[in-house]
Structures are given as structure tokens and as C-alpha cells.
């Protein structure tokens, strides 16, 4: 009984000092009523409760992509490649997060400078503290705007690795990560959602990440994958997804995750959130069965995996448009974007790259739908901070659209082949056929997924 009431004790305090829900005259929520502690820091800072409760739980849902996406290309590879693979995700986490505290958050969000990037006044999160920055999130503590935005940044450069499994040096990949995250997620931040940022004054939208983090990852993935090379055998002999279950659990984290990453991005608990979330559910949705139907089509088979790139295909589509579209505009971004990521992960086939897990059919083409799909839908009814898109009468956000894109598309092909030459010519890309061979956990970690014993 002692040890109850031991365990009962600092369980009770907390429930006495923490939020309580004060009920209105008709019985709705009327404020929240914070403890002595908590009312002290949101006199201090002049932070929302609740507008902060969510943004630290949608970054939460964002940082779980990160190991969602792990699983998701883990599941695809073959099994002599699956730790090399959730590696390369898992590491990331660590990387860009000391990067991103150091200098990355204060290049892509600092004060501007010449509206093409930020500047270091906030290099190691000086003047980054609990007080909210009314130039980003009035609502919420500085550092929980950075970390929701420190989630992106970690996740954009993993994707890439979806085009270059089983066969990237680890060394080199940690280096790629840092070179990357500096010299390319970091400035196109800065030019869409930084204050100053040149395509945030053009008028470009991106509410959640189409530019910043699928167009950019999506085209940095195609030029690592041609100059990687082709796997060993590739073409030649079958290389199928040696456990589609870990790939099912991968694309659910992902979509669970997804509702933080888009519904997140209104940087508030709230309408817009509200009609973010119900975008990024519809398209997924739609997109999962437009995929399914065409490859029924095309294949004769509806296949698992095909439902699963679907839905993360109609996820990517709808990331730039979440907080601009309402229902029926996400149901035609998420039909539309399921079927030409299909087609687009046909262009391997066509141009003889080797995509390993379709980053660039999924990711690169979607963001790109996805992009242009605001200049098309985009409604002021739904978001008064945006514009209104062609089909409301605006052609002009779709012309802003189409620049972006275009810039986008050029600048990320154009610094990842330099970054990557570069790294080939001082620590080399690839492992060595015989590394390839034995898989990348055994020859780059000294470990197996798999540990089979003889009864």
C-alpha cells in the first residue's frame, strides 16, 4: 500500500499544478486554467497553451516520419541491405539536428540577408528562447517553432537515400548529409519560407514542403542515382522488397505522421489546421486507390506496395496545397498525383537510371503536381493569407508557381551535382563490388537484420 501512495504522490501534484478545463455556461471548453508555474511562463512569453500543445505534438508526428521513412525503404531492399538502409534514415536524425542548432536553423530563418539566405545572428540559438517571434509564430515559444521546423530539415535529406540504396558509402553519405542540408535545404528554406526569402515575395506558396522538401529531395535523388551508377546485376536479376510488412508499418508512420507535417504547418490549433488535416486524409486516400486502379490496370494485379506508394504519392501531392485547398481540390490533387507517380517511376525503365525505391517517381514528380496544383486550386476562402489560384480567377500564382518550380528544379540538380563530384573525387560514392556483394550491413556496420541459427 506504501509504494501506492508513494507512486500516488507526485502523480497528484502534477495533476493539481497542471491544465484544468474551465467549462463555460454551456458546457463547452471556455479557457484553460493553468498551474502557478505555467501561469507565470505564459505571462512571461505570452505563449498560447494550446496553440503550443499542438505544434509540440505535431513535431513530434514529424520527427516519427524520420523512422517511419526508415522502414518504409527498409522493407523494400533486399535483406542483405536492410540495416545499411534504416541506417542511413536513422543517422540523419542525428546530423541535421546538431547542424540545424549550430547554424542551419539561422541560415534558413535568420534575419535576411540580400532575400537569398539567412544570416548567423542566431548561430547556435542565440536569441532563439521561449519568447514567441511574431515574425513567424506569435503563439508559440521561438524554440518550438525551430523544432518543428528542424523535423523537416532532417527528414528531406533522407529521402534521397530511397534513390541510391545499397550501394552509397556510409562515410561519405554522413558527409553528403551536412553539405546538403547546408548548401541546399537551408537557402531554398530561406527563399520560400523565410522572411525576406526572394520566392516568399515573389508570391510562390508552399504551405507545408512540395518545393522545399519533395521537389528539392526528388531531384537531388535523380542526379545522386546517375551518378552513382546502376546497382551490380541490376536488370539482370530480380531484386524484390525482401519484407513488405516492415514497408506496410513504414507508409503508416508516415501517414500518421503526415497530419503533423501538413495540419502542423499552420503553426496553430485551429480552422486551418483543421482543413489542412482533412486535405492530407483525402488525398492520400484518393491517391492510394487512383495508383491501385492503374496499376490493376496496366499490371492485371493490384499490389500491396502500389497502394502504399499511392498513398504516399497523394501525401506528397498534397503537402504544398494542404492549407490552401479545400476538400474536393485535395480529392483531384490526390487522383491526379497517384496516377502520374505511377507513370513517373516508369521513366527509370525509359531512361535507364536506377532509382532503387522510386524517390524520384514518387517524391520529385508528386512535389512537382503538387506545386503546380496550388497555382490551380489554391482559394482564399480557405486560407486569407494565401491567394487565389487560376481556377478562382488568379493566374498569376500559377505563373509564381511554374518560377519556383523551375528554380527549384535547376538549383538543387545544379548544387548536388557539385556536391556529389566532389565528395566522388576526395572519398569516393560507392562501396566496392565486393562490399556490394556481401550487403551494406555486413560490409559497412559489421552487423545482420537477420540472424538465422542452425536448430
Known sequence: ?????ILGAPITFLLSSGLAFAQSANGGVDKISLGPAAQHLQHVVGV???????????TALVMLMTPGLALFYGGMVRRKNVLGTIMQSFIAIGVITIQWVLFGYSLAFGPDVGHVIGSLRWFCLNGVGLAPNPAYAPKIPHEAFMLFQMMFAIITPALITGAIAERFKFKTYVVFLLLWATFV?????????????WMRNFGALDFAGGLVVH????????VAAMLIGRRRGYGQEPMPPHNLTMTLIGVALLWFGWFGFNAGSALASGALATSAFLATQIAASSAALSWTMAEWYTRGKPTVLGAASGAVAGLVAITPASGFVGPMAALVIGVIGGVIC??????????GYDDSLDTVGVHGVGG???????????????????ANGLFSGNIRLLGAQLLALVVVIVYAFSITWVILKLLDKTMGLRVSPEDEIDGLDLAQHGESGYVFEEL
Open 1 to 5: 500500500m506504501k509504494k501506492y501512495v
Open 48 to 58: 498560447n497553451a494550446g496553440d503550443t500543445t499542438w505544434m509540440l505534438i505535431s
Open 185 to 197: 535545404y537551408d537557402p531554398l528554406a530561406h527563399w520560400v519560407w523565410g522572411v525576406g526569402g
Open 215 to 222: 521537389v528539392s529531395s526528388g531531384v537531388s535523388a535523380l
Open 342 to 351: 505511377f507513370s513517373g517511376i516508369r521513366l527509370k525503365e525509359k531512361f
Open 368 to 386: 512537382a503536381w503538387g506545386a503546380i496544383a496550388t497555382g490551380l486550386f489554391a482559394s482564399l476562402a480557405i486560407n486569407p493569407a494565401g
